[in-house]
């Protein structure tokens, strides 16, 4: 735009010219400062969400083996699905994403390979 406003002034380029050219910049800043609104509320709003299954994957079994029956009855519609009463025991299956949590790969090995400290 500051090349527009140098050329109006060497009188290179008519009013209406850059004028023209002014409106499709700003047309253009708009379109992109939408974009980068857009993928700023995503990172936040996926930053809350990841925020929210960390604490609920740190607090789950703690909240489960409580003997306050809320507690557990919050822990398990949080993270739980598919509930069923089986041989008196509450039977159910982990609802996405906390299923990953039962996958013991992801539960055991918090050092795969080598460690980056080689000391």
């Known amino acids: 735009l ?22 499709s910049i700003e047309k253009q800043q708009k379109i992109v400062q939408k974009k980068i609104d857009e993928g ?7 930053l809350e969400l990841m925020e929210e299954f960390l ?9 489960i083996f ?3 029956l809320s507690v557990k009855r ?16 509450l039977v159910w299956t982990y609802q996405k994403p906390y ?3 039962l996958i013991p790969k992801y539960r055991s090995d918090l050092r795969r390979g080598r460690d980056s400290n080689s000391r």
């Open 40 to 46: 700023v509320g995503n990172q936040k709003a996926w």
């Open 55 to 63: 604490n609920n994957a740190l607090h789950a079994r703690d909240m």
């Open 99 to 101: 299923d990953v949590l």
């Open 74 to 89: 919050k822990a398990v519609e949080k993270i739980g699905w598919n509930l069923k009463l089986k041989d008196k025991q």
């Open 2 to 23: 500051d090349g527009y406003f140098k050329m109006r002034a060497r009188e290179e380029m008519t009013y209406e010219e850059f004028q023209q050219k002014k409106k």
């Open 66 to 68: 409580s003997d306050d």
